[in-house]
Every structure is written in C-alpha cells, then in structure tokens.
C-alpha cells in the first residue's frame, strides 16, 4: 500500500499536522500549508525571520540612520545619533539659533553642531557681545578727545586749537 502524502497509520486514515511538534521558534503561529517541502510554514513575530522563525532580523542592514550608527537591541534596533543631530533615525538636525544664542542684533547662523553670530559692524565676540569701540584706534591730538555716534568719530578739540578732524595744529592766540 502507498500512503498518500500528509497522512500516517496503517491504512492512512489519520491526517498528519504539520505544526503538532510546534516546528516555529520564538512564539510564532505555525500554519498548514499544502504540499511544500515542510508542509507547514510559520508566522513569525517582530524581530525574527526565516523558514522557522529562528533567525534574528538584521534591522540594521538596511542601514536606517541617516546620521548615525545603528546598534541592534534586542528584537529591534537603536541609531546612535552623531553630533549636532537627533530623531528616530537620526534625520532630524538640531537647530542652535533656536536658542538665541547671538546678542546685539546679530544674525545666527545654523550649522552642522554649530552656529555663527554675524555681528553688526559695531560689535565683535562670539556673541557679538564686545562693543567696538570706533574711537580705540583714533588719537586726538593736543588734548582733544574722541567722540563717536555709530561708527562715524570725531575729535572734540580744545578751544583755541587748529585743525578739524584730529586737532593737529597748536593753540592760537
């Protein structure tokens, strides 16, 4: 007598299940199907994969982090996020003006982990935090004093000296 596939006793009358030794690894849902070379197949849960659910998923060969190292944890996985970026994935890059960080009118800048302060002309530092000081660099002379208004300077000469914009000449009499 041939028996006939998917059946077993000794006159083939009992059907064979396939999934009764519970052949799928890592709580996943055996199934009958038909008459492929195992004759059952598995559906597997989160995390794994393969004929019988008993390989790990390399989450990380697809390589999802944009800027980053993905890491496998567990049943999924992690992206380890470079500098100056944050996410899921690592897509998203950090904003450092949304702090503020540039005084006296500055504009930021946002870079990659950075920013830039773009100072007005009359202010200089990181933060545009130091005044410049028009009047540092000019020397009046014969005791007069510098005297600014913006970026423009002039010197206030004593009375009685000649000359208009450093106070050069001597006194008159």
Known sequence: MVMR???QGATCEQKV???ASSPCHNNGTCYAQGPGPL????SCTAGFTGP???QLVDFCALNPCAH???RSVGNSYRCLCVPGYHGL???EEYNECLS???QNYATCRDLINAYECVCTPQFEG???EIYKDPCVDIRCQNGGRCESSGLNTSCACPPGSVGEHRCPGGITE
Not at 39 to 42: K, N, P, S
């Open 5 to 7: 596939r998917g059946y």
């Open 68 to 70: 980053g190292v993905c």
């Open 89 to 91: 994935y690592c897509e």
């Open 17 to 19: 299940d396939p999934c």
């Open 126 to 128: 990181r933060h545009c």
């Open 52 to 54: 019988t659910c008993a």
């Open 39 to 42: 004759g059952f197949g598995c």
């Open 100 to 102: 503020a960080p540039c």
